[in-house]
DNA sequence: ACCTGAACACCGTTCAAGT
DNA sequence: ACCTGAACACCGTTCAAGT
């Protein structure tokens, strides 16, 4: 089970490292999902005992973040070395890292909650908001352009992963498209009082091109940036708020 | 909701119930955190055996959607209840909530993962999606926007809620404007080369009022919705889509 | 019908002991 | 320095047995 080649007196490379056991992790977190991943299954994998993996990592948690990262400084780098660059550059390299990696999406939100000022944090909110300031919009907006954007991304990506998982579960012929159906199917199920704005969206159908889906929304917030900044930033504490923030606007459907 | 008009006086009420488990469960995330939640101390805090609650319950997951089914529930309808309405109150409502049971942000992307047509999933997508229908934009855009405003207020509100909790441990003293001064500390430190745009923006300071912040990114968002419908959906690599009767719109807004 | 609580099959993590 | 693997303190879940 063991290497045999040993020709140099000197030190042999290390059958384990820090590298090779996040490489494990990765593979492991692919094939098997999150709940694959155990210290056990991993030591197997890496032909060692359970406890051996703590001299080169400090725990679980600081293991999955080093796979998230590794993970994401690939998916940013990919997605952002083209000459075009852009916004879709940026977005689409986490979706399809993110599809390709289901586990990645409540990682990624793990990541942001305990660790905001962490790298993986830092790297994606870095690559969305230099392509925020490429736009054409002012620097006091950024910020939130960039938060909103960040939001986005993980949140939609995160559930057309989470989407394909369960259309595999509805049989190894469906794709997303199929399970698209299904959900507007489900939808329209509903009660016609309680819910009348989902009923409505399942009758005009769904897009069931997951990236022209996940495009339009970029799009429609980028909109929103370029379009003016969000008028007022004036600050009050609590509730009193000018009334000038959202424009009647003719009311066509009435929420009752 | 529960009968408790037994007739019976000397017959006690019965000591487990569905919905007594959901509340135990609830306050014992609220003070003791997700970890804090296992059946055998919630079995201890029912005067029970872990067993007992298998009888109601059919297993941790199940446990955990009824209480965030619960919560959300509450919120939605407390934040809609009000004659103005508005994507403002329905977001802080969802806000506030995720504020008060910090849990519940990850629970929430759980449920939009895992059920998608679920109650809790449908509850909130109906509630921010009514808001967007009231909006003055085309019925086409409506899923889109309704998807981008839901994704961002489940991750900008978890977001916030995490903050608090870091902040907390930052010292008793410190509030979430002492904790934005430390995020953008950090982020000072950050090299040039690699990180322009988030010291750029640490330069510009953050927004100390987490609502402001909060509502500047839902302004953005509708203004994005109500604006103009994105104009250019270009695809790369080639793919076959059916064009979208959607008018060009002036193009004023082109992300360059 | 509802509840008990011991038992089972796992976990992450530790640590004396080895090389 | 690096690794072993038994042991510890937990988990969620089950189930024969009780009322």
Known sequence: MTPQTRKKPERRTSPLSRERIVDAAIGLLDTAGESGLTFRSLSERLATGPGAIYW??????????????????????????GPPGGIHDVALGLFDAIEEHPWLAP?????????????????????????????????????????????YILGAAGQNAANL??????????????????????????????????????DQGLEHDDRVQ?????????????????????????RARAAEAEPPASGRTSPR
Chains 1, 2 share one sequence.
Not at 60 to 81: M, Q
Not at 118 to 147: H, K, M, N
Not at 167 to 192: F, H, I, N
Not at 217 to 236: E, F, M, N, S
């Open 214 to 238: 996940f495009l339009a929304g970029i799009d429609l917030i980028v909109a929103g940036v370029t379009a003016r900044p969000p008028a007022a930033q004036q600050l009050r504490e609590g």
């Open 107 to 151: 990682q990624l939100t793990t990541q942001l909650s305990h660790n905001p000022t962490g790298p993986v944090t830092t790297r994606i909110f870095e690559a969305t908001g230099r392509q925020v300031s490429a736009l054409d919009a002012p620097a006091s907006s950024w910020f939130t352009a960039t938060s909103a954007l960040m939001h």
């Open 56 to 81: 080169h990592v400090a725990g679980k948690s600081e293991l999955l973040a080093a796979a998230t990262d590794r993970v994401v400084t690939i998916a940013l780098t990919e997605g952002t070395a």
């Open 165 to 202: 998982a369960l259309a595999r579960d509805l049989g190894p012929e469906a794709d997303r498209s199929a399970y698209m159906d299904t959900v507007a199917g489900a939808w329209k199920q509903l009660s016609p009082e309680d819910y009348p704005f989902t009923r409505a969206v399942a």
